[in-house]
Structures are given as structure tokens and as C-alpha cells.
């Protein structure tokens, strides 16, 4: 079983829509959870950290973390076409961080 | 405000050729990590180094070799490439990994794109 699970999609939504993005993991050890970014040909850039169980705001887009269900989530609010991107998931709880396969996402104009 | 720079950004390669790729970082980091990106496989760890001086494997070592040259410089060296080793290579950093409480997130480079023959 993989330390983290994160579906792939592809996922293609018309602009404005409300995005929701998953990822599940099996250690519950993590504490320490993140999504990146990563536009074609470029590095993984960070949106969002946050540590432990609950929510994080930051403009349009919002973290949940559920340690009891094992499972995170990423919305983004009027999803934009510059949205367009693959949404990796990250944890950590010790020495090594724990990356899902990526979510390629498509904002429709 | 450059991050992390990783270079060349491509390279081709043949079988058993040799070759080292660079990564520098210049927010006083004191981790650094090599990965590599494969289609359906993420991101996987390759070595890290956690400070100036140590290295560490990672999940997938075999057929690397790396180089903490200084706290900025990070080198990734493959001996005698293989096609398996055709995939983007990312090199990323984090600030310090306290052991006992938070951890900070990793800054990513751009990638180098190597393919091998």
C-alpha cells in the first residue's frame, strides 16, 4: 500500500467552479501536510502548509485536514484558467516527506 | 530572489555515459533533497542531505551518487547511466527539520529533463 493515494484525473471544470482535490494516506504519524502546484515543465510550487487537523484559508483556496479519516483536501473558489495545473499533495511526520501522484486539473475559459 | 537553481535543464545522454547535475540554493537552507518524477510514480526520494557534511539515501539510491559541497551546493552525480534513469530530476530544499516539532515545507527547483539512449 502506497503512504499516500491521490487520483490523478484528469479533471476538467468550466471557469468559476469549485474545485475539490483529495489525497488519503495510511501513516498516521504525519503531522505536517502541504499542496504544491506544478505547472508544465516547472518545479512543484507550495499553495498551502499546514500542521496538524483543520482548515487553512489563503484567498481562494482552502486546506482541510481530517487526521481521524486519514484524508486532506484542497478547494480553490472561482477556479480560474490560470488554475490549470497538476496539484501534488505532500506529508511528512519525521525524516522524509510523502508526495501523492499528482491531480492534472483543467480550468475550461 | 533566484531559490533554487538546478542545472543543465536538459541533457541527452548515452548508455553508460556519465554525468553530474547541480543544484544550488540561496536562502540559507540548511536540507536539501534530490528527487526524480516519473508518469504514474511521483515524486521519489533519491538522498537528502540534512546539513552541511551528511548525506543520506533515499527511497531509490541505486546507480547515484551525491555531493554536499557546501550548505548552498547540492550535486547529483549518475556514473554510468542507464535508460531507467531517464526522468526530470528535482532538486528542492527546506529551511531545517527541527526533530522534535514542526517541520518546514521543501522550495523546489525548476527540473533538469534527462534522457538517456
Known amino acids: 500500500q502506497k503512504e499516500v493515494e491521490q487520483d490523478p484525473g484528469p479533471l476538467s471544470v468550466p471557469e468559476g467552479a469549485i474545485v475539490s482535490l483529495n489525497c488519503t494516506y495510511s501513516?498516521?504519524?504525519?503531522?505536517?501536510f502541504m499542496w504544491y502546484r506544478q505547472y508544465s515543465r516547472k518545479g512543484p510550487e507550495l499553495l498551502m502548509y499546514?500542521?496538524?487537523?483543520g482548515n487553512k484559508e489563503d484567498g481562494r483556496f482552502t486546506a482541510q485536514v481530517d487526521k481521524s479519516s486519514k484524508y486532506i483536501s484542497l478547494f480553490i473558489r472561482d477556479s480560474q484558467p490560470s488554475d490549470s495545473a497538476t496539484y501534488l499533495c505532500?506529508?511528512?511526520?519525521?525524516?522524509?516527506?510523502?508526495f501523492g501522484t499528482g491531480t492534472s486539473l483543467t480550468v475550461i475559459p | 530572489n533566484a531559490g533554487v537553481t538546478q542545472t543543465p535543464k536538459f541533457q541527452v545522454l548515452k548508455t553508460g555515459q556519465s554525468m553530474t547535475l547541480q543544484c544550488a540554493q540561496d536562502?540559507?537552507?540548511?536540507?536539501m533533497y534530490w528527487y526524480r518524477q516519473d508518469p504514474g510514480m511521483g515524486l521519489r526520494l533519491i538522498y537528502y542531505?540534512?546539513?552541511?557534511?551528511?548525506?543520506d539515501k533515499g527511497e531509490v539510491p541505486n546507480g547515484y551518487n551525491v555531493s554536499r559541497l557546501n550548505k548552498r551546493e547540492f550535486s547529483l552525480r549518475l556514473e554510468s547511466a542507464a535508460p531507467s534513469q531517464t526522468s526530470v530530476y528535482f532538486c528542492?530544499?527546506?529551511?531545517?527539520?527541527?526533530?522534535?516539532?514542526?517541520?518546514?515545507?521543501?522550495?523546489f527547483g525548476d527540473g533538469t529533463r534527462l534522457s538517456i539512449l
Open positions: 501513516n498516521s504519524a504525519f503531522q505536517y
Open positions: 528542492a530544499s527546506m529551511l531545517e527539520r527541527d526533530r522534535g516539532r514542526r517541520n518546514q515545507p521543501q522550495h
Open positions: 542531505s540534512a546539513s552541511e557534511g551528511t548525506t
Open positions: 505532500a506529508m511528512s511526520g519525521g525524516n522524509q516527506f510523502y
Open positions: 536562502m540559507n537552507h540548511n536540507s
Open positions: 499546514t500542521y496538524s487537523s
